[in-house]
């Protein structure tokens, strides 16, 4: 079946450097969704970015994924870690006709 | 658009109590999903929806768990002779579909219920 893998665990980053925070995916399908959820402390996870064509870029609030078919994989970018960035970060994959499955989660601390 | 709407926020049961929770998914959305997050294991699926009808319930708990969607207003997830292990947070989603002929099936959160039991 379908399943996501992501970075596991804790990633912590000084504030001011760039993220990168890896998904790869595995399905039989030939055209996935896949997506990147943010969840706040506190918070309920909401949609960051969602893509379903190769090689494109998706931009939203200053980060950034590709989905690479080649590689199975939609790593979620950003150029400059902000504080406000420190959250978990869900992968989500999707197919035609299923539901998403959500990938581990990534806990990202930004620190000064 | 109130967004999905959970109710109670918090519970708390004792040891072999029911509890039951409850959704109310954004209006129109076609799909309901029910979820389990602790720290340990992240988020779960449990359950999903779709037009009411139960589609697949892979992630349940089979003994203690069920989940009913009586009408396109709500669904309630209910757990029976509640452990300290069922102990999380259960949060319900609903989206517009559920990866069908459109494929953005962006899901939409509620604040979830903290499910305590002692």
């Known amino acids: 079946g379908d399943s996501v893998t992501q970075t596991e665990g804790l990633v912590t980053l000084t504030e001011g450097l760039p993220v990168m925070l890896n998904c790869t995916y595995q399905t039989i399908y030939s055209n996935p969704f896949l997506f990147w959820y943010v969840q706040h402390l506190n918070e309920s996870p909401r949609l960051l970015l969602k893509s379903f064509t190769d090689n494109k870029r998706t931009e939203h609030q200053g980060f950034h994924a590709t989905l690479h078919k080649s590689s199975s994989s939609f790593h979620l970018q950003k150029s400059s870690a902000q504080l406000s960035d420190s959250a978990l970060y869900y992968c989500a994959l999707t197919n035609s006709g299923t539901y998403q499955r959500f990938g581990t989660g990534t806990k990202l601390q930004v620190v000064p | 658009n109130a967004g999905v709407i959970q109710t109670p926020r918090h519970k708390v049961t004792g040891k072999g109590q029911e509890a039951t929770l409850w959704c109310e998914p954004i209006s129109g959305h076609s799909a309901v999903f029910w979820y389990r997050q602790t720290i340990v294991q992240g988020l779960e699926f449990l359950t999903y929806?779709?037009?009411?009808?139960?589609?697949?319930d892979s992630g349940m708990p089979k003994e203690r768990f069920s989940a009913q969607m009586p009408n396109q207003s709500h669904s309630t997830l209910k757990i029976q002779s509640t452990q300290p292990q069922d102990s999380a947070v259960y949060l319900c989603?609903?989206?517009?579909?559920?990866?069908?002929?459109?494929?953005?099936?962006?899901?939409?959160f509620g604040p979830g219920t903290r499910l305590t039991v002692l």
């Open positions: 989603a609903s989206s517009l579909d559920d990866g069908g002929a459109q494929g953005y099936a962006e899901q939409f």
């Open positions: 929806f779709r037009n009411q009808a139960p589609i697949d």
